[in-house]
């Protein structure tokens, strides 16, 4: 499932994403305090999404959670699209926050920790990697997020150019990598079957299928010999664990190919 945020009305949504002063933070509507907010509404959301998934969420359902009906959450937020713009920057918050208050570090450490975090954040909120960077959020959360890690790059010495471009391939291997893991997390409990039982059961047939796979993939079967699609650790999912492995030697190539940028604004 794929969403693509600026689906809803343009001018309510931003206003709410950025709670301008043309937004009450509140409510639409008239009257008296209500006992309900956005940000309650939002954080209700998020918490329905990340414990059954984008599947499962809809106003009936966020309403359920808060005792009331679906129709009386449109006094806060006026469509379903809306809805998940506010939670997507909403719960970008929680990064950007750890971002701001993290402790100063050498560039590259930063840089690492800040992965480790986008990592660890995308596998919290699976949901949040169904949104599309076709057509991003923009909301404050998600410019909070990419001024912290610009700032850390600018102190390093990048160009403004340079420093847009190692954002970008940053954050996309992040995403890129960690959705793996993420669906790999979901898999047993979407297809009922365990992933140890599905890896044996599926590979079990290659010998009857490709008697001859070693003489058709002679560099992958010497890198089977050699332990290379082992996994450091035995217990843990081996797509999650491939996926991680396979990220951190990127990062690491990454970061080499940054540290050899540094200082040549000029050239």
């Known amino acids: 499932m794929v969403i693509y945020a600026g689906q809803s009305d343009v001018r309510r949504s931003m206003a709410l994403l950025w709670r301008s002063p043309q937004d009450d933070g509140d409510r639409t509507a008239p009257g008296p305090k209500p006992e309900l907010s956005v940000d309650l509404v939002v954080d209700t959301a998020i918490a329905v999404a990340d414990e059954q998934g984008m599947g499962a969420l809809s106003m009936k359902a966020v309403g359920a959670r808060l005792g009331r009906t679906a129709m009386s959450l449109y006094t806060y937020v006026a469509s379903k699209n809306e809805l998940i713009e506010l939670m997507y920057d909403q719960a970008f918050g929680e990064l950007a926050d750890a971002a701001e208050q993290a402790e100063p570090r050498p560039w590259r450490e930063a840089t ?4 480790q975090r986008l990592w ?16 991003p959020v923009l909301g404050p959360n998600e410019y909070r997020l990419f001024e912290s890690m610009a700032a850390v790059l600018e102190e390093a010495g990048l160009a403004p150019d340079q420093i847009r471009s190692t954002f970008g391939s940053l954050f996309t291997m992040v995403r890129g990598f960690v959705q793996t893991a993420a669906e790999s997390r979901q898999a047993p409990l979407v297809t009922g079957q365990p992933e140890d039982e599905w890896w044996y059961g599926r590979s079990g047939q290659l010998e009857d299928v490709a008697p001859d796979f070693t003489e058709r993939f002679p560099v992958l079967s010497r890198m089977a010999e050699s332990g290379a699609f082992g996994n450091e650790d035995p217990t843990e999912p081996y797509l999650e664990q491939e996926a991680w492995e396979t990220f951190r030697f990127g990062l690491e190539a990454l970061l080499d190919g940054v540290r050899a940028r540094i200082g040549t604004a000029g050239s």
């Open 112 to 115: 690492t920790a800040w992965a």
């Open 120 to 135: 660890d954040f995308y596998l919290r909120h699976p949901w949040t990697l169904e949104v599309s960077q076709a057509r």
